[in-house]
């Protein structure tokens, strides 16, 4: 069964700095879609960005994007110029027919 | 469309009841999948739906737990004999399951139980 592990449960930043959130995963598929979703505090989840695994192009979303390393089943999420927005719990998720999610990172943005 | 919609948001009930949650998937979308979250954890996978069809049940889903969707539009997840474990908040999330938005989930508010 495929796992996904985000190793770091809180993170905090000041606001407008930079920040990475990471995510590893096991699988022995070669096609497959990875994503991250943002859980904003009592809201529901949305998606932030996706990636698909035969791209070897990172996917970027604005001030969004992944650092996406197949071989070593590495997934990050890179955050520029952070908002007090962008508080919320991250969820790194990988797809099998269903999503398989992470145990989120809580990110705090502060002014 | 107004997205993904559960209901009840909120349930309160005590150890023994049977309780029912309902979600609207977005029209379009044929795919439907239940999730468990609870307090500072990542979503767990319960089941999923395409169409009608049960496509496949977490292991996590014991025997007090059972899902429909009829007519292949709105689902119910019903749980049998409710216990404190069962305490969490329940999201429904619903996708296409071909072309470009295949598998992006988008997710309900959620419905949370409380079980005393």
């Known amino acids: 069964a495929q796992t996904v592990t985000q190793s770091q449960p809180e993170m905090s930043v000041q606001e407008a700095e930079t920040v990475t959130l990471s995510c590893t995963y096991d699988?022995?598929?070669?096609?497959?879609?990875l994503f991250w979703y943002k859980q904003p505090p009592s809201r529901q989840m949305i998606l932030v960005i996706r990636?698909?695994?035969?791209?070897?192009q990172n996917a970027t979303e604005n001030r969004f994007s992944v650092n996406f390393q197949k071989a070593a089943k590495s997934f990050s999420l890179k955050i520029s110029d952070s908002q007090l927005g962008d508080t919320a719990m991250y969820f790194c998720?990988?797809?099998?027919?269903?999503?398989?999610f992470g145990q989120g990172t809580r990110l705090t943005i502060n002014p | 469309d107004t997205g993904v919609s559960q209901d009840p948001r909120h349930k309160i009930t005590k150890r023994g009841q049977n309780v029912t949650f309902r979600c609207d998937p977005i029209s379009e979308h044929n795919r439907l999948y239940w999730y468990r979250q609870t307090l500072g954890q990542g979503p767990e996978f319960l089941t999923y739906f395409q169409n009608e069809a049960q496509l496949e049940k977490s292991r996590l889903l014991s025997d007090r737990f059972s899902a429909e969707r009829p007519k292949g539009s709105f689902s119910t997840l019903e749980i049998q004999r409710t216990e404190q474990g069962d305490s969490a908040m329940y999201l429904c999330?619903?996708?296409?399951?071909?072309?470009?938005?295949?598998?992006?989930?988008?997710f309900g508010a959620g419905s949370r139980l409380t079980v005393l």
């Open positions: 990636q698909e695994a035969y791209k070897q």
């Open positions: 998720a990988f797809e099998d027919q269903k999503l398989v």
């Open positions: 999330a619903s996708s296409f399951s071909r072309g470009p938005g295949a598998n992006v989930l988008t």
């Open positions: 699988t022995s598929e070669s096609n497959y879609y």
